[in-house]
């Protein structure tokens, strides 16, 4: 069955502008998490989303959000673009039940601040 | 969750055996054990999980101390695909109060060579 995909792969922004990142799970996921790559900083957990409701968040400030559609198909947004939210933004998703499961990432969006 | 503790880097030569300790000396009775790893700029890839037995897939073999407070992630037979980033991540099964939220550390980079 298809992974889970991400678009746009990459994208160029300028300082001040807001971005929209799209995530598409693994059908019949109803999971999504959303997670931050920097060099500095590592793999840090943004939020996740199960049946259009947020259930857990890190801590990012109000500039990031996120929501996700009926479908689980995920977006989110980051207004006011600084150039520290330069990074690969990775979404990941599974059933969302509770258990032992493993999770899949998609390939990433690599968003540039300039 | 508990803390992991992974070597920053580690060398193995390519067809001769990996194996990527992890401590979690303050694991409780009711985390597991997972393994992830990223090939570079990649999402990271579900290796295999555990939770007091030893535990075998196709890709890798997973190795916990009777203690729980350490595991091995043994790689029989690296090669040049491997090279990667590994990390090690203990916490309940997925649900409760963190839902499906992964903790990365900062990973074990392995470099297989030729």
């Known amino acids: 069955k298809a992974g889970v995909t991400q678009t746009p792969r990459y994208l160029i922004k300028t300082r001040g502008q807001q971005v929209t990142l799209s995530c598409s799970p693994i059908s019949g996921h109803r999971s999504v998490s959303w997670y931050q790559q920097t060099p500095g900083q590592g793999l840090q957990f943004l939020f996740e989303y199960f049946s259009e409701t947020q259930r857990n968040k890190g801590n990012f400030p109000g500039r990031f959000s996120g929501r996700q559609f009926s479908n689980s198909r995920s977006e989110m947004n980051v207004s006011t673009l600084e150039l520290g939210d330069s990074a690969l933004y990775l979404c990941?998703?599974?059933?969302?039940?509770?258990?032992?499961?493993?999770?899949?990432f998609g390939p990433g969006t690599r968003l540039t601040v300039t | 969750d508990a803390k992991t503790t992974q070597p920053p880097s580690m060398d193995c030569a390519e067809g001769r055996a990996a194996n990527l300790p992890c401590n979690h000396s303050t694991i409780s009775g009711n985390e597991y054990v997972y393994w992830y790893r990223q090939i570079h700029s990649q999402g990271p890839q579900y290796i295999i999980h555990?939770?007091?037995n030893n535990e075998t897939n196709e890709m890798a073999s997973l190795i916990i101390t009777e203690d729980r407070k350490s595991s091995t992630l043994i790689l029989p037979h690296a090669t040049l695909r491997d090279t990667a980033v590994y990390y090690c991540?203990?916490?309940?099964?997925?649900?409760?109060?963190?839902?499906?939220?992964?903790?990365f550390g900062q990973g074990t980079i392995l470099t297989v060579h030729p």
């Open positions: 990941a998703s599974y059933s969302g039940t509770s258990g032992v499961y493993e999770q899949y």
């Open positions: 991540i203990v916490r309940v099964a997925t649900g409760g109060t963190s839902y499906g939220k992964l903790t």
């Open positions: 555990g939770l007091k």
